[in-house]
């Protein structure tokens, strides 16, 4: 039982799920999955720090904390109702003073500026893409 949590906590998946399972889309939903479609945050579980680095998505401001997850997974920090985006798509590292990305093997990658990276630390200004969710990343 211990070591099935670890896997799920770590591959962001769990067994038994519907989203596991191989079903095809009924036409509602293959709407959903239209490329021209706004896609949201659907929930962000964090305690506010006194942290200076944070990330803009639309309105909404998300200040980073050391192993912040990005993706559409249950366990992850900020949920992106993205069908783009894997269920742990990437996380947020500090790297001395700085941050930085780090993809996390995911399908369609992680953009920082428009160019794929597997980890980059990160300056004010700098674009994220997950899946077709456009972050961006501020330093105050």
Sequence with gaps: MRLSRIVQLLTGKRRGRAEDL?????????????????????????????????????????LLQPGLLVGRGAGCHLRLADPKA?????????????????????KNGTFLNGRRVERAVLTHGDTIRIGQTVLTYEER
């Design 86 to 106: 894997s269920r742990v798509h990437a996380r947020f590292v500090p790297v001395g003073e700085a941050w930085a990305v780090q993809d996390n093997a995911s």
């Design 22 to 62: 191989q079903e095809k889309p009924s036409a509602s939903s293959a709407d959903d999955l239209a490329p021209t479609k706004r896609y949201d945050a659907a929930a962000f579980r964090a305690k506010a720090s006194k942290g200076r680095a944070r990330l803009r998505f639309d309105s909404q401001v998300i």
